[in-house]
């Protein structure tokens, strides 16, 4: 194993020259063919190989994974979804959650049993690379995912490489980009965070606040729009509420002028924002969550419902601030879909602190809840706290989701409900598409191929914990013309109006054939 710093030009069968910042690990073994049919033992022809990507954790994960796709495409490589035929796997790593990570270990495993090069992306690996599963595995970091293809070709030649820097800037928003969603633009608009939450380790893996300008943002988002077509842009980052702290700006600033440059037809939706940062601006984001062109949906995690426990995170709110937030939403964004987290079983919880945080999910009926129950991650303080019982640990957490799954906010009364829904998702049954209407309630369409990418007029037939039932009711011809107007309310409401026209005409066609049926004979 040899360390090399300041740039490794001098190598042989390595091209570039990396930034001063950089360093580089690069353990020398027995080269192996990369196809038998090649023939050649001593040489390596780029972009030959074909490599398959897996992703955990959160979009901004998904973000950089498109980049790295984007990226290897570019370079000649073929990114495929067959992971058994691929000749290198890219493993984007999670390290919110310990089966996240246990699950990226699995894998490096299979893939080294299988004759795999592996190459292990995201923050798992960014932050404990010296982790024993992780020996002899290439790493790229969070801030050289720019670097792939160097990265993989060293793979191949049966180097391990590891690019781990965090004092490099940024690669920035200008890479080419494959798409997960050709429908959809996942756009990181900062990445690490201001907090130092006891149980998380993304911070040791993004590190410090870093918020891009919001001219590079603009720019990126218009050319998602007007070039590659995209119908949704999602706003993603550690927390989106803490964008610009860093550069003198916060984020009003950056979605005023986003919103200039939504076209007709599409949405926007604002990712996961703590509720420290939020509280400073809630008047100017529920005016934005109120744009017509603007889904009126917020992820804000809560993680516990006690303030014992919050503090204990150091999650520097109150579970009144986070009421404050909700209520304030409720109030001035009618309908708004608002997602939260919880995590159970947090070392220092009580079991009276784990009712404050089932109450909390009593009183608000929080239509999408991440309940996590908590596991230690290494390098973190609450690693070193006395853990809850473990069979304690999974009552709470079991009866969190009992209490998740006891409501829903798709109830029977939705059905005959008429609405707009823009369709971007293809459904896990494959026989239906995904819709969202302006509060991001999620409905299921038929006919997935003719509905992609449009808006499409439902009415709902069923309703389930997770989603409700649509069947289209519009012609094929009003598709074009919604795809260039956001449809309104006033829309559906005409059509429920309408409705019970064919009923006035039974009724009057009966009336005209009692008043034939009595005078007739009468006249005659």
């Known amino acids: 194993m040899v360390d090399i710093e300041d740039g490794y030009g001098d190598l042989p069968g390595v091209a570039g020259k990396l ?12 080269k192996a063919p990369v196809h038998e ?93 010296n982790e024993k599963w992780l020996q002899g595995v290439s790493i790229v970091g969070v801030k050289q995912i720019d670097r792939i293809t160097e990265i993989v070709e060293e793979t191949v030649k049966g180097n391990t490489v590891r690019l781990l820097s965090r004092r490099r800037p940024d690669a920035g928003l200008a890479l080419p980009k494959m798409r997960k969603n050709e429908l959809v633009e996942v756009l990181a608009i900062n990445t690490g965070c201001l907090n130092n939450c006891t149980y998380c380790k993304t911070k040791l893996a993004r590190g410090d606040l870093k918020s891009y300008p919001i001219k590079e943002l603009v720019e990126q988002a218009q050319t998602a729009f007007e070039r590659d077509g995209v119908k949704e842009l999602w706003l ?21 002028e986003l919103v200039k440059i939504i076209p007709d037809g599409c949405m926007m939706r604002l990712g996961m924002t703590n509720p420290p940062y939020i509280l400073d ?3 100017e984001i529920a005016t934005i969550l109120r744009h017509p062109r603007v889904y009126a949906f917020l992820h804000i995690p809560v993680q516990a419902g006690s303030d014992a426990v919050l503090r204990d995170m150091k999650r520097e709110y109150t579970s009144d601030h986070f009421r404050k937030i909700v209520d304030y939403m409720k109030k001035n964004v009618p309908g708004i879909y608002i997602a939260t987290d919880m995590i159970c079983a947090f070392p220092t919880e009580t079991e009276e602190d784990f009712e404050e945080s089932m109450q909390l999910v009593r009183d608000y009926q929080f239509p999408s809840l991440f309940i996590n129950q ?35 906010r798709y109830e029977e009364s939705r059905v005959g409900e008429v609405m707009d829904v823009l369709v971007c998702e293809l459904a896990s049954d494959k026989l239906h598409a995904v819709g969202h209407n302006k509060n991001y309630e999620h409905v299921l369409v038929p006919d997935p191929g003719e509905v992609m990418g449009k808006w499409v007029k439902v009415r709902i037939v069923g309703v389930s914990k997770f989603h409700m039932l649509g069947e289209r009711i519009a012609a094929d011809e009003k598709n074009q013309s919604s795809a260039t107007s956001v449809p309104t309310s006033t829309a559906s409401l005409g059509s429920t109006l309408f409705r019970p026209l064919p009923i006035f005409v039974c009724i009057m066609a009966a009336l005209l054939m009692f008043v034939i049926f009595e005078l007739l004979p009468s006249l005659f």
Not at 20 to 28: C, F, N, P
Not at 41 to 55: A, I, K, L, Y
Not at 236 to 256: M, Q, W
């Open 19 to 30: 930034t001063e910042d950089v360093t580089i690990r690069i353990r020398s073994t027995k």
């Open 37 to 129: 049919e090649k023939g050649h033992m001593d040489s390596f022809v780029p972009g030959t190989c074909s490599v398959w990507m897996r992703t955990w954790g959160c979009s901004h994960n998904s973000s950089d994974s498109e980049y790295m796709a984007g990226i290897l495409m570019r370079d000649g490589y073929r990114v495929t979804q067959d992971k058994d035929n691929a000749d290198v796997w890219v493993l984007n790593s999670c390290t919110v959650k310990t089966p996240s990570e246990q699950q990226a270990s699995n894998l490096v495993t299979e893939g080294q049993k299988s004759g795999k090069k592996i190459v292990m992306a995201g923050c798992v690996s960014q932050a404990a690379p």
């Open 236 to 256: 993603t980052s550690e927390d989106l509420g803490a964008y610009g702290r860093d550069i003198g700006v916060v984020l009003p600033d950056l979605l005023d």
């Open 281 to 283: 601006y809630l008047e």
């Open 374 to 408: 908590f596991f230690p991650r290494s390098g973190t303080p609450a690693a070193r706290m006395k853990r809850v019982d473990p069979v304690e640990a999974k009552r709470r957490t079991a009866e969190m989701s009992r209490l998740f799954r006891s409501y829903s």
